[in-house]
């Protein structure tokens, strides 16, 4: 009898050993049922920078196709778009451009009236006081949306060309697909009154410079015609534009505006510009316009 303290001594050892092993290795092998390990902050994906801030604004008048004027909690800016160029409609000393108005037209249907975002660049205005922005109706870019429909065309200056890339392509888009401004234009266009651009002379023989070109204009009615306000323009290029101060055009006269040479005898015009105008190799395209900016006459050549 005395052998047994130290059987169940021994067993209880052995059981005792055997509870710590099973234990440990319930500790240390891995359960199924819990849930993957977050990644650390820095192994997780990027995300996605903020976008610029956007400032709201209400539009009170449409100036032309690219500038506007808003109202910015009670006090009143004028905003030129960024990026782009319309032709003029309201320069104090130039005719209405060719596309003048109808890229104004497009701009008051895209942003009369309505509640825009302006969206910043670099550059907070320009020389003029105008603050510099991208304009935004609802998910549309209105500074984009005239370039893609051919009513602007891009003009770039940095360090503003955040959205250079998009107005590039939008323009070689709309050039392609000869919509607006990138139009055919037919070689003459229908009169609408009787004073007409009736001859160029585009291969001046002044050297260089062809100081020697001009455009004849000619009054085919038989009334007079005061041309003062009057402008005539190489819409190809769309400049340089010439004018007229007052000056009665007589029935069956003639005149011509030269590039920059001065005839009396001619009426004393000129564009008083240093350079050929009127392309030799690919027509240009010279129009005249009445003192509302109507286009009366158009000449290639």
């Known amino acids: 009898m005395r052998n047994k303290p130290k059987l169940c001594s021994a067993i209880f050892v052995g059981l005792a050993l055997l509870l710590a092993s099973s234990i440990v290795a319930c500790e240390t092998t891995p359960s199924s049922a819990l849930p993957t390990q977050l990644p650390p902050a820095n192994e997780s994906s990027p995300q996605e920078q903020p976008a610029t801030a956007l400032v709201e604004a209400k539009v009170v008048r449409v100036i032309d ?22 032709p003029e409609t309201v320069h104090p ?9 109808e890229a104004s037209e497009k701009n008051r249907e895209l942003v009369e009236a309505k509640i825009v975002r302006l969206e910043k660049d670099v550059s907070e205005a320009d ?18 949306e005239l370039v893609r429909l051919g009513y602007a065309q891009v003009a770039t200056y940095p360090p503003d060309v955040k959205y250079q890339d998009l107005f590039l392509q939008l323009q070689r888009e709309a050039k392609e697909a000869g919509l607006g401004l990138w139009a055919e234009p037919s070689p003459q266009a ?13 291969d001046g023989l002044v050297p260089r410079v062809e100081s020697d070109e001009y455009v004849e204009i000619t009054n085919l009615g038989d009334t ?5 306000g009057w402008g005539l323009k190489d819409i190809d290029e ?15 006269e003639s005149i011509r505006v030269y590039t920059n040479e001065v005839h009396p005898e001619w009426g004393g015009f ?17 129009a005249l316009y009445n003192a509302q900016g109507q286009e009366v006459s158009r000449k290639n050549y």
């Open 238 to 252: 769309g400049y340089p534009s010439f004018t007229f101060p007052s000056y009665v055009l007589a029935p069956g």
């Open 224 to 228: 007079p015609e005061d041309l003062e």
């Open 65 to 86: 196709g690219d500038t506007i004027e808003v109202d910015i909690e009670g006090s009143l800016y004028n905003v030129r778009y960024i990026g782009i160029d319309t």
């Open 127 to 144: 020389k003029y006081g105008r603050l510099l922005r991208y304009i935004w109706v609802d998910d549309v870019m209105v500074n984009a």
């Open 270 to 286: 000129s564009f008083g510009y240093g350079s050929a105008i009127w392309n030799n190799k690919d027509p240009d395209i010279a």
């Open 190 to 202: 229908p009169s609408a009154g009787n004073v007409q651009i009736t001859y160029i002379f585009y």
């Open 93 to 101: 000393q130039k005719p209405v451009e060719y596309f003048g108005k």
